[in-house]
């Protein structure tokens, strides 16, 4: 059976190629687009889909209160459908406002088609993903870069334990859950739960820390990846 895929982007192009690169993938079916985050709601409670892939920057709405507004006002029996967002944005922002949010991962444009349908289906089955920048990032700005303004000691972990943290930087250096579970000795199921509750506690952490991380709106491109199996020259304009 088919995991059913609501796709909300708000560039037609960037959409399109998505919808082919998923309808492609084999297993994945896309039963509803959005093109902004109020359409994107309507379509999640109305199709009731096994997963929901978002962009960050939409109009009317953007994917953190979409994301929000669909944990908030779920009007159906059991949980929400699980949220993975997509986009260009890796600004730590972003990351965090998306995961406290209620999003279950985080992973970029440039994520090959083999890599966006392993975390479509993790998402679809109840795990947490993180792209290797992310989980870099994320890292960083609880244990390795403190800094005057993020209020981040040297060392600290603010409430990472070592297997979480661990789980991170293998993330981090580019390694699957399956490949966690050999390295560690233990099951992937076990290293979802970690990398589960590694996000949550990181971006507490980092909430704590202090002000809001300003982070400017960059010129955004369409992933290489993406535009080339979309059939469209890589795209330079806004960010998506």
Request: hydrophobic share 40%; proline share 7%; net charge neutral.
């Amino acid at each position: 059976m088919a995991v059913n895929v609501v796709l909300a982007e708000d560039q037609e192009v960037v959409r399109a190629g998505l919808r082919l690169i998923i309808d492609g993938l084999g297993g994945f079916r896309v039963v509803a687009e959005a093109a902004d985050g109020e359409q994107a709601v309507t379509a999640v409670f109305g199709h009731r889909p096994d997963v929901v892939l978002m962009d960050v920057q939409m109009p009317v709405l953007d994917g953190v209160a979409a994301v929000r507004r669909i944990h908030e006002g779920w009007p159906h029996d059991g949980p929400p459908p699980p949220v993975l967002m997509l986009t260009t944005f890796d600004a730590e922002e972003y990351v965090l406002g998306a995961l406290r949010a209620g999003a279950v991962g985080y992973v970029l444009k440039t994520v090959p088609p083999e890599g966006l349908a392993a975390a479509l289906l993790t998402a679809s089955q109840g795990g947490s993903v993180l792209s290797p920048q992310v989980a870099r990032k994320l890292i960083a700005r609880v244990t390795r870069e403190p800094t005057a303004s993020s209020g981040v000691e040297p060392g600290r972990t603010d409430g990472l334990t070592g297997k979480e943290q661990e789980v991170l930087s293998l993330i981090a250096h580019g390694l699957s859950n399956a490949e966690i579970a050999t390295r560690l000795g233990c099951s992937e199921s076990t290293v979802k739960s970690r990398v589960a509750r590694a996000a949550d506690r990181g971006c507490a952490a980092l909430l704590r820390a202090g002000p809001a991380l300003r982070c400017p709106r960059p010129r955004g491109h369409i992933g290489a990846r993406l535009g080339d199996i979309a059939g469209e020259p890589r795209a330079r304009g806004r960010g998506t």
